[in-house]
Structures are given as C-alpha cells and as structure tokens.
Antibody, heavy 120, light 110 residues
C-alpha cells in the first residue's frame, strides 16, 4: 500500500524559504518509472502543479515558479523535499505530495496535504 | 489563467447524467493522456480517470472518460448526492513542459 505524508512549517514569514518534506512508503524512488511530485491549492482555488522528480533524478518544474522551486530526493530515506524561496502571502495554500502513476502522467496517490500560511 | 477550460459548475437531479468538458489544445490534450480528479471539501483529490478513459480499482463504472482531439469529457451517470464535489481535469503540456490542471467544475445534485 502506497502512502505519502507531508511535513513542514504551518506558518512562514514573507521572503522566507519554505521547506516541505514528503515521506513515503510502499514504493521505491529507485524503481523504473517512479515519480513523486508536489501540487498546491490556495484556499478556494484550483489545483496547481509545482514540481516532479523521477527515479532517474530528472526534474520538472512549473514554469511560473521555476526560479523559486527546488525538488530533491533521498531514496534511502524514502523522502522528497521541496523548497520554495521568497515566500509571499499568495503562496498560502495546502501543499500535496503525490505519487505519479508508473505509466502515463496521472497522480494516483495523494498525501493528506499540509497547509502553509504566509504571514508576517 | 489555466490553459485548460472547464465549466465552473454543472448540476442535475439524482439519477440523471452530467458531463464535464475539458478543453485544451494540441500542446496538451491532443497529444497526451488526460486524467480526472475528484475532490470533496477539505480533503485531498482522488484519481478518478487516467489515460483518458481508464478507471482505477474501486472507482464505479458510473464514472467514464473520453477524449477527442483537443477536448476531453468526464461523464457521471446515475448521479448521487455523494457525487457532489469538485472535478479537475489534468494533463501534460508539451509547450510548457509542465503538468496542467483545469480550473475545476463543481457538481451539484439538485
């Protein structure tokens, strides 16, 4: 059974860097085809894809946030980390860690999400 | 502003059918698989349809997906009050080299 769980601060100040950790189980990030990503959702708004890291360590980022995002993996710890620099109140959202389906590009398993508020 | 377009809301009576459209372009829907996600308030989204028209294990066959050219459609038959949720389409966009979601459609059971 695949599970993912997000962890990190619930409150950050403007201009600070947000670091979120996704700890997963039930699969390995060294397995062919595996990918883990991050998706966020501001209150009352739509889903927004942020980043994806593959088993090869190949990475993809949202073009609108590219310069502010970094995604890394530690396969030995079953963790994926997302950092977002220069946080702003508009970055207030629930951040989800997701498992990419082995074939195609769907996200088949989602973490419960972690809510991050940006406020001074 | 999303590169995918969905109607903000659809509604129908219990037992009826609703369809939700997802319109895109040749850089996304036309050349990639489409997925659909269901989200209830306060909970994480759930994969409903993948690869245009496939249902994950446990998803009732009342839910169906289709794709034609630059558009995709989610259909829900035998509508139930428990189907009231937000529904999002998603796909990869080749031009953006990014995964994109539609703005979401709220389904209301009258």
């Amino acid at each position: 059974q695949i599970t993912l769980k997000e962890s990190g601060p619930t409150l950050v100040k403007p201009t600070q860097t947000l670091t979120l950790t996704c700890t997963f189980s039930g699969f390995s990030l060294t397995t062919l085809g595996v990918g883990v990503g991050w998706i966020r959702q501001p209150p009352g708004k739509a889903l927004e894809w942020l980043a994806l890291i593959y088993w090869t360590d190949d990475k993809r980022y949202s073009p609108s946030l590219n310069s502010r995002l970094t995604i890394t993996k530690d396969a030995s710890k079953n963790q994926v980390v997302l950092t977002v620099t220069n946080m702003d109140p508009v970055d207030t959202a629930t951040y989800y860690c997701v498992h990419r389906k082995l074939t195609g590009d769907a996200f088949d398993i989602w973490g419960q999400g972690t809510t991050v508020t940006v406020s001074s | 502003q999303s590169v995918l377009t969905q109607p903000p809301s659809v509604s129908a009576a219990p037992g009826q059918k609703v369809t939700i459209s997802c319109s895109g372009s040749t850089s996304n829907i036309d050349n990639n698989y489409v997925s659909w996600y269901q989200q209830f308030p306060g909970t994480a989204p759930k994969l409903l349809i993948y690869d245009n028209d496939n249902r994950p294990s446990g998803i009732p066959d009342r839910f169906s997906g289709s794709k034609s050219g630059t558009s995709a459609t989610l259909g829900i038959t035998g509508l139930q009050t428990g189907d009231e949720a937000d529904y999002y389409c998603g796909t990869w966009d080749l031009s953006l080299s990014a995964y994109v979601f539609g703005p979401g459609t709220k389904v209301t059971v009258l």
